[in-house]
């Protein structure tokens, strides 16, 4: 294998493809995967895990017997070394999530739980403070439907499920209007308030507490490892610039 690249009737040095890369904007991408080999590269697995991998690889790439591997290797011109490193990248890369963060994930997920808590509410918008505060007096003194005048009189796409939002996560609404969510009861109703360019009525339904499910742990571990990620690939592409800005 000669360390050049033909496409077409050009023939592209090694030389040549960091100024390509960084022409199409894919230096970011290949620095990505050159700091996930780099932090996975001393992660060792047992044989349980490496049958996991292969396992997973498999399923991902609709592998079903040794014939289909070596095709899938071979089109992508890859060593048996390369290909069996990258059948086992995914586990490793889990490997090391957890051996980096599992010890930090319950005080994360403390720390983001008010963000994660969800929560069913219904809601009026209006421009119009006069009707929000008439809107307000009809569902709380009149007993009327909340979710009638919603679809006759909020202007927004909630009109069309009766005012009914959710379950959504406290980070999805409006910051005021999350504040006014969190410190409610359910079946609390607001009266008019301001939140943006809109006057909302709005009425708690339901509260629903983050729990420390495989799934919310899942999600926290790979926003822990994305941060870290997207760190050293900007140290990385300073380092670059830097470099290239010397020579």
């Known amino acids: 294998m000669t360390d050049s690249l033909t496409v077409g009737d050009r023939n592209y040095s090694a030389e040549d493809i960091i100024p390509l890369l960084r022409q199409y904007g894919l230096m970011p991408q290949l620095i990505r995967?050159?700091?996930?080999d780099h932090a996975i590269a001393a992660i060792e697995l047992t044989e349980e895990e490496?049958?996991?991998a292969q396992a997973r690889f498999d399923q991902t790439f609709n592998i079903q017997s040794d014939e289909q591997r070596q095709s899938f290797a071979a089109q992508r011109q890859l060593?048996?070394?390369?290909?069996?490193?990258?059948?086992?990248?995914?586990?490793?890369?889990?490997?090391?999530?957890?051996?980096?963060w599992g010890a930090k994930l319950e005080s994360y997920f403390l720390q983001r739980k008010s963000s994660l808590d969800r929560?069913?509410?219904?809601?009026?918008?209006?421009?119009?403070?006069?009707?929000?505060q008439e809107l307000y007096f009809r569902i709380n003194d009149?007993?009327?439907?909340?979710?009638?005048?919603?679809?006759?009189?909020?202007?927004?796409?909630?009109?069309?499920?009766?005012?009914?939002?959710g379950p959504v996560e406290l980070s999805v609404p409006h910051p005021s209007l999350a504040r006014i969510l969190s410190i409610?009861?359910?079946?609390?109703?607001?009266p008019p308030t301001r939140v943006g360019e809109w006057f909302v009525v709005v009425r708690l339904e339901k509260f629903l507490p983050a729990?420390?499910?495989?799934?919310?742990?899942?999600?926290?571990?790979?926003?822990?490892f994305s941060v870290w990620l997207k760190e050293e690939i900007e140290k990385n592409m300073g380092i670059l610039s830097q470099t290239k800005d010397s020579l």
């Open 33 to 36: 995967e050159l700091v996930i």
């Open 50 to 52: 490496q049958a996991r």
């Open 79 to 100: 060593s048996p070394e390369a290909f069996a490193q990258l059948m086992l990248r995914e586990e490793k890369l889990t490997k090391f999530k957890l051996e980096t």
């Open 119 to 132: 929560v069913l509410y219904s809601l009026i918008r209006t421009q119009e403070p006069g009707l929000a």
């Open 142 to 165: 009149d007993g009327q439907p909340f979710a009638d005048l919603a679809r006759e009189y909020s202007e927004g796409q909630e009109a069309q499920t009766g005012g009914l939002i």
């Open 184 to 190: 409610s009861q359910p079946g609390q109703l607001w």
């Open 211 to 224: 729990k420390m499910d495989d799934a919310t742990l899942q999600r926290l571990l790979d926003e822990l």
